[in-house]
């Protein structure tokens, strides 16, 4: 399966975007989810994740600004992205929280004014 991140670009403080994640393959049986950012030279770290039924969760750093989502017959998640800090600049990336598969290249997400 591959999945592939899309929706990033360049925002001001403050402003919103809404990050799709396509899968090549139904995401019907992928019971977790998840959204991963990487900061230049660091970790990929997971900031919101979401189970097949829709329950989701968040690192504290997004918590109340970033929501998750899934459109199973869509085969695609979503990662909506509010109240955009100088420190959300990342490339963000999407994967199965178990045994992920090929990251890809991600989507650039860079908040300035």
């Known amino acids: 399966v591959q999945l592939q991140a899309s929706g990033g670009g360049l925002v001001q403080p403050g402003g919103s975007l809404t990050l799709s994640c396509v899968s090549s393959?139904?995401?019907?049986?992928?019971?977790?989810m998840g959204w991963y950012r990487q900061y230049s030279g660091k970790s990929r770290d997971l900031v919101a994740a979401?189970?097949?039924?829709?329950?989701?969760k968040y690192a504290d750093s997004v918590k109340g600004r970033f929501t998750i989502s899934r459109d199973n017959a869509k085969n695609t998640m979503y990662l909506q992205m509010d109240s955009l800090k100088p420190e959300d600049t990342a490339v963000y990336y999407c994967?199965?929280?178990?045994?992920?598969?090929?990251w890809g290249q991600g989507t650039l997400v860079t908040v300035s004014s």
């Open positions: 994967n199965r929280l178990f045994n992920p598969t090929s």
């Open positions: 393959e139904s995401i019907g049986s992928i019971n977790y």
């Open positions: 979401i189970r097949l039924d829709g329950a989701s």
